[in-house]
C-alpha cells in the first residue's frame, strides 16, 4: 500500500526541539519531491519546506533559520529538524510528496506539533 506515514510530533516547551520523521512507502523514492506543510486550527494548510529530487530546498520565510528539511533516499524517508520553537508553530503536521512532470500528489495522516510552556 502507497502511503506515507509522519512521526515525531508532541508537546514541547518555547525554544526547545523536535524531528518530525516521514517514511514513504513508494517506489523510485529518490526521483520524488517532498514537503512538509502545516495547519494551524482556524488556518489554511501552508507550505513549511520543500526538498527535491535533486536535494535543492525551500522554506517558508517564517521557519528560515529555524527550520531544516532533509532526506534519506536510502530509507525512504524525509525528515524535518525544528529548533527554536515558538508557540505559532502549533500545528498539524503533514508530509507530502510529488511526482515531478506529473499531478500525483501523496498526503499523509499528520502529527500534531503543540509549542506550549
Known amino acids: 500500500q502507497v502511503q506515507l506515514v509522519e512521526s515525531g510530533g508532541g508537546l514541547v516547551q518555547p525554544g526547545g526541539s523536535l524531528r518530525l520523521s516521514c517514511a514513504a512507502s513508494?517506489?523510485?523514492?529518490?526521483?520524488?519531491?517532498m514537503g512538509w506543510y502545516r495547519q494551524a486550527p482556524g488556518k489554511q494548510r501552508e507550505l513549511v519546506a520543500l526538498?527535491?529530487?535533486?536535494?535543492?530546498?525551500n522554506y517558508a520565510d517564517s521557519v528560515k533559520g529555524r527550520f531544516t528539511v532533509s532526506r534519506d533516499n536510502a530509507k525512504n524517508t524525509v525528515y524535518l529538524q525544528m529548533n527554536s520553537l515558538k508557540p505559532e508553530d502549533t500545528a498539524v503536521y503533514y508530509c507530502?510528496?510529488?511526482?515531478?512532470?506529473?499531478?500525483?500528489?501523496?498526503w499523509g495522516q499528520g502529527t500534531q506539533v503543540t509549542v506550549s510552556s
Open positions: 507530502n510528496a510529488k511526482l515531478p512532470g506529473t499531478s500525483y500528489s501523496l
Open positions: 526538498i527535491f529530487s535533486t536535494t535543492a530546498t
Open positions: 513508494v517506489t523510485m523514492f529518490s526521483l520524488y519531491n
